[in-house]
C-alpha cells in the first residue's frame, strides 16, 4: 500500500526500557518529521530529517534518537521510556505541492510507559 | 517564532448546523495555511490549504479564507454531517523548503443526529 506505515500500532513497555518505532514511506519524500501528539498539547516536533543521514533536533528531543539510513525509513528510538513518554506518536512526510508544501502523516503509534 | 491559536473544544453540535472553528496565526513572512483533520484512530489528513493573502481553500464542503489583515484561517461548514466528528488542526508553514510546520491544539467536533 503506498503511504507511510508504523509499527507498532500499540505498544506497552516498561520504564527504563529502550523501545523503537517504525517508519517506512513508500514515495521518495526527502523530508521526514516525527510528533508526539498529547492532550492539551497539540502536535509537538520530536526530531525531523531532511534526507537520508541528515537528521535534527525539535522542540521536545529529550530522550529520544532518530537515524535515517534509509530515504524511506525513519525510526525514532527512546533510548530509556519514561512516564511522561506515554503518547501518540506520528510520523509524516512532506511534499512540495504547488506554492506550499504539504505533509502526510501515519496512522500513528500509540505507546504506554508503565 | 511562529503560532498557531485555535478556539478550544470541545464543540457539540446538532446534524445540519453551521460550524466555525476559530484559528489565528503569529507568523514571520508570508506562510501557507492548512487545516488537517483527525479521525478517530488515524493520522491527520489534509483537509484544505491556502497558500496566499486572500485565498479560499475548500474542500467537502468545509471553507477556510486566508485572511492577513486579521491573521486568521477560520473553518467553516453550513450543514455538518455526524461523519464530520473528529479532531481539526489549524497549521501554518513556511513556503520554504527547510520550514517547519506549526500546529493548533486541535479542536475536537462532535455532531449529534
Known amino acids: 500500500d503506498a503511504g507511510i506505515t508504523q509499527s507498532p500500532r500499540y505498544k506497552i513497555t516498561e520504564t527504563g526500557r529502550q523501545v523503537t518505532l517504525m517508519c517506512h514511506q513508500t514515495w521518495s519524500h526527502s523530508y521526514m518529521f516525527w510528533y508526539r501528539q498529547d492532550l492539551g498539547h497539540g502536535l509537538r516536533l520530536i526530531y525531523y530529517s531532511a534526507a537520508a543521514d541528515i537528521t535534527d533536533k525539535g522542540e521536545v528531543s529529550d530522550g529520544y534518537v532518530v537515524s535515517r539510513s534509509k530515504t524511506e525509513n525513519f525510526p525514532l528510538t527512546l533510548e530509556s521510556a519514561t512516564r511522561s513518554q506515554t503518547s501518540v506518536y506520528f510520523c509524516?512526510?512532506?511534499?512540495?505541492?504547488?506554492?506550499?508544501?504539504?505533509?502526510?502523516f501515519g496512522p500513528g503509534t500509540r505507546l504506554t510507559v508503565t | 517564532g511562529n503560532s498557531v491559536t485555535q478556539m478550544e473544544g470541545p464543540v457539540t453540535l446538532s446534524e445540519e448546523a453551521f460550524l466555525t472553528i476559530n484559528c489565528t496565526y503569529t507568523?514571520?513572512?508570508?506562510?501557507?495555511l492548512f487545516w488537517y483533520v483527525q479521525y478517530p484512530g488515524e493520522g491527520l489528513q489534509l483537509l484544505l490549504k491556502?497558500?496566499?493573502?486572500?485565498d479560499k481553500g475548500s474542500n467537502k464542503g468545509f471553507e477556510a479564507t486566508y485572511r492577513k489583515e486579521t491573521t486568521s484561517f477560520h473553518l467553516e461548514k453550513g450543514s455538518v454531517q455526524v461523519s464530520d466528528s473528529a479532531v481539526y488542526f489549524c497549521a501554518l508553514s513556511p513556503n520554504t523548503n527547510a520550514g517547519k510546520s506549526t500546529f493548533g491544539d486541535g479542536t475536537t467536533l462532535t455532531v449529534k443526529p
Open positions: 491556502a497558500t496566499k493573502a486572500d
Open positions: 507568523a514571520t513572512g508570508y506562510p501557507s
Open positions: 509524516a512526510s512532506r511534499v512540495r505541492a504547488g506554492a506550499s508544501y504539504e505533509q502526510y
